[in-house]
């Protein structure tokens, strides 16, 4: 799920236009998705005169991390006056976020062991989430980007963050168009459907957070389910039900690749593409799944 929260401006960390109700909003969510002006419009009037992205980027890092700070700051005096009842583990993560937002840096800079990550996750830190520009570009520039861009990779790039390229200008145009005229409007900018715009920002999305995808299918309907990789077939069943988890059986698994060449669930079968896996099996993205369980 994406969530649009209004542009913060200058001042938001101290609760200017909204400031503090936004960053709530940001603060639950798992990873930013920051867009990022990178094209030149004289019909669209920039709030600061000129169009700068690493200086706008920057400008609302910079919110972000004096928010950051704050909490921090205010949490880890807290903690030192409590002395010998306060827990160690977080006063340690504490003291290095602490260390390199003062340096300027954002808080993923910190090296932090598994229990101190535990100690402070519940603080939901703006700058030690992962965090995607979308830039922002015309639809000219789609296809390969443009100065700006490059920029703001450069950028990216030291904060060990990602981009992708999307133009909100040709999403806009996309809604109005039939689905072969989209291909053909898209052929004529140099990019397709499935590696331009929202479609690789999704895809991102899933792979900086970690997620992918397993299929169920029946007579009358087909499902996408979102799990997190690495999980096993019996926890990826119990999203779509606790009972499918708790009296899980075995898992008839055929990939997306193989139904779809064997045209048919029977002709994938016939080929020997179905696979029953257990409980130990790592459910893979693409795995279109019926579940046996009983409960």
């Not at 979308?134 to 980007?145: F, H, K, P, T, Y």
């Not at 799990?227 to 008839?252: L, M, S, Y």
């Amino acid at each position: 799920e994406f969530v649009d929260v209004a542009g913060l401006v200058k001042g938001a960390s101290l609760g200017e236009g909204l400031g503090n109700q936004f960053l709530a909003t940001i603060r639950q969510c798992d990873a930013i998705v920051h867009v990022v002006r990178c094209f030149e419009d004289d019909n669209v009037v920039h709030v600061d005169g000129t169009v700068d992205p690493v200086r706008d980027a920057e400008l609302i890092n910079l919110e972000l991390a004096l928010s950051d700070l704050a909490s921090v700051e205010k949490r880890l005096e807290r903690v030192k006056k409590e002395r010998g009842k306060a827990d160690p583990v977080e006063k340690s993560a504490l003291e290095k976020v602490a260390q390199v937002l003062n340096s300027g840096q954002p808080a993923r800079a910190a090296e932090l062991d598994e229990d101190e990550e535990l100690a402070i996750k519940n603080f939901g830190l703006l700058t030690r989430k992962k965090m995607i520009y979308a830039a922002n570009v015309a639809d000219s520039d789609l296809a390969e980007g443009n100065e700006m861009v490059e920029q703001l990779k450069g950028l990216a790039e030291k904060e060990g963050a990602k981009v992708v390229l999307v133009s909100a200008q040709v999403e806009a145009e996309l809604v109005e168009l039939e689905d072969e005229d989209r291909a053909d409007f898209l052929e004529s900018l140099g990019v397709t459907l499935e590696d331009c715009g929202l479609r690789a920002l999704v895809r991102e999305a899933y792979d900086i957070l970690k997620l992918q995808t397993y299929y169920t299918s029946g007579p009358t309907e087909t499902r996408a389910w979102t799990i997190r990789k690495g999980w096993k077939a019996p926890q990826a069943a119990g999203v779509i039900h606790n009972d499918f988890e708790r009296g899980f059986i075995r898992a008839e698994t055929i990939s997306y690749d193989d139904l779809v060449e064997a045209g048919s669930e029977a002709e994938a079968k016939a080929k020997g593409k179905l696979r029953s896996e257990g409980k130990d099996y790592e459910v893979q993205e693409g795995d279109v799944i019926l579940f046996r369980f009983n409960v």
